[in-house]
């Protein structure tokens, strides 16, 4: 089955950048929509960013304009670029695949079928 791995997380501090990245292996990346997720201590999972193709993107409120989400298939890899970054970002970030390519991109966790294991996101003031 597809198994997915993030890694780039760390500790930074309020106006820096960090940039993600998620290597997905066992499918054909190129057929899958790939998704970020965060959730931090005590709420739920919230959706992030998706990507199906390069100009089919959708982007949450709360970080549009800072984040940009982006995939090269190549290389198996979605990526997370997260620019001025601030204390409420902090979260644990999760990279998600989806195997409905040609379904409308989804902000709901349950719609998305393989996880990864979390890259720790931790932003001081």
């Known amino acids: 089955q597809v198994q997915l791995v993030e890694s780039g997380g760390g500790l930074v501090q309020a106006g820096d950048s960090l940039r993600l990245s998620c290597v997905a292996s066992?499918?054909?990346?190129?057929?899958?929509?790939m998704g970020w997720f965060r959730q931090a201590p005590g709420k739920e999972r919230e959706f992030v960013a998706a990507i199906r193709w390069g100009d089919n993107i959708n982007i949450v409120d709360s970080v549009k304009g800072r984040f940009t989400i982006s995939r090269d298939n190549a290389k198996n890899t979605v990526y997370l670029q997260m620019n001025s970054l601030k204390p409420e970002d902090t979260a644990v970030y999760y990279c998600a695949a989806r195997r409905t390519l040609y379904s409308p991109i989804s902000v709901y966790p349950i719609n998305y079928d393989y996880w990864g294991q979390g890259t720790q996101v931790t932003v001081s003031s």
């Open positions: 066992g499918r054909p990346f190129s057929t899958f929509a």
